[in-house]
């Protein structure tokens, strides 16, 4: 039977958004939320400002989904009927580097910011504002990646 | 706006330090700093933090019986002598509970123990004699010890004369070993061979068993002793929060009113305080002052070239929320300028653009108003709350400029015709929607570079308003008019010759007196030189509001992809699964909606707030004023209403 290389190219593109920045964000909510039930356990009233600074690392793995999803409803995967040309199923597949990548990487890298943001919040409690603006510091790259990404979805021409 | 502070030098008669004290902590006007070191006070500033280090655990031991508050319960109200009035009565409990408490955790540890003693006792439970008897005679030598059951066989080897018994089973077996004394010497050489352990006996009449009995029985009563303590502690602090909580708070303004007594400076008759108040606060100072003596002196005067005044800004009632933003990152420099309100209206326009959706706006606004009724918080929860709820408000707007509600089309909800956006839709057009963000971005940065140009002519500094920011200005809006008449047809080639003259002279401008310090000519250049590379600064700084973007459709598609799920849930053919996969889906999007509208506003506020303090800020502010604490009320369970108005009028 003959391979629909278009509709795999797109599946692989969205399914790569997807993991790699979901595998990102589960890395760095993970560390970040080690550091979290340290603190909690030494001073339960932190809960509330350490769960904040967790969630953080989170929104890359969002922001994954969300460019899987346009790919994959670009692609007309979620309806079932798809014809793609293999240059706009690669296109596709291309397109969702950038999330991928910068979402995985940047969530790490934002998790161990909120490790030590979270440790931050432990000495010193009034400084939770500095913690979480030093850890949103580093979501700007996912931000950008996420803008490139979407950019090249929707510019690539189906049919 | 920044309020400018007094320095106040206040002398007066002892007698009448506690009254004058109390008074300038109702009208929480006076920072007092300090004078001078007195032992006297410091004695009494240790017994202030020590009551309420002793009322802080009677609210820790009552509060397990306390109800559990509401999360809007608003704080009670009352006067601070209400509150004194509440010691006695909770110093006392304290005491009593932590009586209670100290005898309850001495019969807890009894407990424990005689239950260790137990425990080490049950192998033993066969052994027959008595445990400080057996062992008196004066020809025979006693081992008692565990053995571990692999080496008792090795026992049988033992010298001829020494007898062994074994009293129970298991790994570790209990033994006693008896020689003649001469023996003992080679019996206890060949016990180091084995797996051997000696045991001694607990100071305790009887046989192990007996022991035993009597432990048990002893913990019988201490058990029971335990559940009546419990009981007890339980009826004396069920029902007292209040009275704690309140108390603990008189403790607390006590003490406060202790670390001011304590950096005063005294004589044999009087004291003297120094201390900050802003400017428009002076005659209730007076007031309060003179309410209670006509004997002082007071001295007010301007801050000092090297005396530095805590930072107080005043602001109108839009914009003092927004104090609370500032306040993350530094609060101003009390001789320079209090950016909030210049900060705040942007902060709302890029706030609501992130968001983007007139549903979240509204769900965002009701909440916030909901809790700003309900709850009336102070502070940093009540300035976040006004911020959330303007932000919510321009929510909604933006919603209606991109045309999303809840993830869905305005057009497809209200059955209009394209109708919306009423503006731009990111989705069909991006880069229209990107030129929208860098545009805000580049009216953010230079109105930035405006206020700065502002600061420094209101210094009297032209040169540096012309050359360093003015310069700028002429750069950044030069080359975005250079570059328009290539990008966009239409639009003449000459607007393009206009904007590379204006780029060119700020440039110039740069180059040649950046470094007006320096007499060099060639350093002067390359100064500016130096300074002309900013320009990569001033782009990364505009690619930077591409953000407002990229968080807008992060909101917006995220939502559309959650009701797209809960379309595929309704759209089962068949009917019970169909109606099933509508309650489902009702559940659903609640939950979800509900889950982006939180994370969606966690980001927003937090890139927004990053939009201002690094490219807004960056350009003009100057951070680093002190908070002003006043002698005041500090309290945390119970607002107290002595003189709450600042302002009499």
Known sequence: MDLQWGTIFAAAGAAMAAVMAGVGSAIGVGLAGQASAGVVSEDPDRFGSCLLLQLLPGTQGIYGLLIAFVIASKAGLLSGVSTLSATAGLSLFLAAIPIAFGGLLSAIAQGKVAVAGINLVAKKPEEQGKAMLMTVMVETYAVLSLLISFLLVNGVKIG | MIVSMKRMTLVAHKDDEAAILNALQAIRAVEVISSGQDYVAQAALERAQARMQQLNDAM??????????????TLKEAQAEE????????????????????????TKSEIDKNETLINTLRPWSAFPADMQAYAASKRVKYFTGLIASSDVEKLEEIDATAEYQLFNEGVERTCVIACPIEEAKSVSNFLKSLAWADFAFPKMPGTPAEAMEELSEKNRT??????????????????????????????????????????LERSDATFHLEGWFPADRQADVEKAVSKVTDAFYLDVREPEEDEVPPSVVENSAFVTPFEQVTNLYSRPDPKGID???YMAPFYVLLFGMMLSDTGYGIVLAIL?????????????????????????????????????????DFDTLLGTNN?????????????????????????????????????????????????????????????????VPSAVPGIPAVIGTIGIVMAGLGAAMILLFKGRANKNPVMRTLSGLGELYQVTGYLSDI?????????????GVIASVFNELCKMLMGSPILVLRILGILVACVLLVALHGFNIAINTLGAFVHCARLQYVEFYGKFYEPGGRAFRPLAYQTRHVRVTNQQTPNPE
């Open chain 2, 419 to 483: 109708l919306f956006p009423l503006f731009v839709d990111p989705m069909e057009n991006p880069i229209g929607m990107l030129i929208l963000c860098f545009g805000l971005g580049v009216l953010h940065i230079l109105f930035g570079v405006v206020l700065k140009m502002k600061l420094a002519f209101s210094r009297g500094d032209w040169q540096s308003a012309i050359f360093d920011s003015l310069s700028w200005i002429l750069i950044v809006l030069g080359l975005i008019a250079f570059a």
């Open chain 2, 368 to 408: 916030a108003a909901l809790f700003i009724k309900l709850k009336k918080p102070t502070g940093m929860s009540g300035g976040f709350a006004r911020v959330l709820f303007w932000g919510g408000i321009s929510t909604i707007v933006w919603g209606a400029l991109v045309g999303t509600i809840f993830g869905m």
């Open chain 2, 222 to 263: 201490l058990t029971a002793k335990k559940v009546e303590l419990e009981g007890a502690v339980c009826d004396a602090a069920t029902g007292q929060d209040a009275l704690v909580e309140g108390a603990y708070d008189a403790a607390v303004i006590e003490r406060d009113r202790a670390l001011a007594a304590a950096e």
């Open chain 2, 339 to 341: 950016a909030t309100p």
């Open chain 2, 60 to 73: 820790r031991s009552v509060k397990p019986f306390a109800k559990k508050k509401a999360f809007l319960a």
């Open chain 2, 83 to 106: 509150l004194f009035d509440l010691l006695p009565k909770a110093t006392a409990l304290s005491e009593r509970l932590s009586a209670l408490n100290r005898e309850l955790a001495a």
């Open chain 2, 543 to 555: 690619l930077s509001y591409a953000r407002l973007f990229a968080l807008g459709i992060a909101t």
